[in-house]
């Protein structure tokens, strides 16, 4: 299972988390948990066998919650 970690870039916010090869990788947004719906963020992205990491501007809600989903 992958482990996000979320960082302050300046303006963005990073996200960050080790990726394998033949891994396909969705990340998923949320501004309300109590609700559990989830938009996916961006297309799916392949493992590189090292850091993968999604840079965000940084945006006006006051709270933003990230999923991480594997696939192969």
């Given amino acids: 299972t ?6 302050n870039g300046g303006t963005n916010l990073l996200l960050n988390w080790t990726g394998y090869a033949g891994v396909t990788y969705q ?9 559990a719906t989830w938009y996916p963020l961006d297309p799916p992205v392949v493992g590189t066998n090292g850091v993968m990491e999604l ?4 945006s006006d809600e ?5 999923r991480l989903n594997a696939q192969n």
Wanted: proline share 12%.
């Fill in 2 to 7: 992958p482990l996000l970690s979320v960082g």
């Fill in 27 to 35: 990340v998923y947004w949320s501004t309300n948990l109590s609700e």
């Fill in 55 to 58: 840079q965000l501007p940084i």
């Fill in 62 to 66: 006051p709270e933003k919650y990230f």
